[in-house]
C-alpha cells in the first residue's frame, strides 16, 4: 500500500517553483515525517503570506494552506 502527502492548493510560490503536488511513500510513518518536513520546508522558504499545516485524512497526508504571514494567501 503506498501513502501520499499532497499539497493541497499550489499558491503562487509553488507554482513558481514548479513544486510537485504529490509524493508517495511505502509507508504511513515515512509519509508523516515527510509531510511535516515538506510542510516546515514550504512555510520557511516561501513568501510568507501563508503558512502550510499537515493534516492526515484516511491514511493520508494532505498540506493545507493557511491564511497567516503579513496578508491573505496567494492561492490560486
Known sequence: MLYHVVLEKLCVCALKSDTEQIRSFSSKEE????????AESLSNSFCG????DVVEVE?????SVETGGFSEPCVI
Open 49 to 52: 503570506k501563508h503558512a502550510f
Open 59 to 63: 491514511n493520508n497526508y494532505v498540506i
Open 31 to 38: 509519509a508523516l515525517l515527510e509531510a511535516h518536513e515538506w
